[in-house]
């Protein structure tokens, strides 16, 4: 058994982060699936597509939403997910989430859920020229 992935992104986020994580690790046993989000979609039908989607992939360890805006329509449905049991949420995906995912795919929902958060963040740095200032 395993934890499985959604991503609910807007049109075409999740689609290229989870294509460019698939290429960069070959073979990811996860379970991932990930929903586009349009501007004109009925988010009341987005929902039932991703009930659905969630069904398909958890395998009983539980399912980790990845959305890439908190406050947004992707979001929004993630949270509305949540409110059925083992769904954990986390907000601003990117590569770095998906690639840590992708190397520690044995982990618990709780440890996953950590792990993603952390590639997250450790993803993510600033760095200034020589002349610049904070």
Avoid: W
Wanted: hydrophobic content about 40%; aromatic content about 4%; charged content about 20%.
């Amino acid at each position: 058994m395993s934890v499985g992935i959604l991503i609910i992104s807007h049109d075409g986020i999740g689609e290229t982060l989870l294509e460019t994580a698939n290429h960069m690790i070959v073979n990811s046993p996860l379970k991932i699936r990930q929903l586009p989000a349009s501007r004109e979609c009925d988010p009341d039908d987005l929902f039932k597509i991703a009930k659905s989607m969630c069904e398909e992939i958890d395998d009983g360890d539980g399912i980790l939403v990845l959305t890439d805006l908190i406050g947004s329509t992707p979001s929004n449905i993630a949270y509305r997910l949540a409110k059925q049991a083992r769904v954990n949420i986390i907000t601003g995906l990117n590569l770095s989430m998906l690639i840590r995912l992708f190397n520690y795919p044995d982990l618990s929902l709780s440890d996953m859920t950590d792990k993603a958060y952390s590639g997250g963040i450790d993803g993510i740095t600033i760095s200034f020229g020589e002349n610049n200032e904070l």
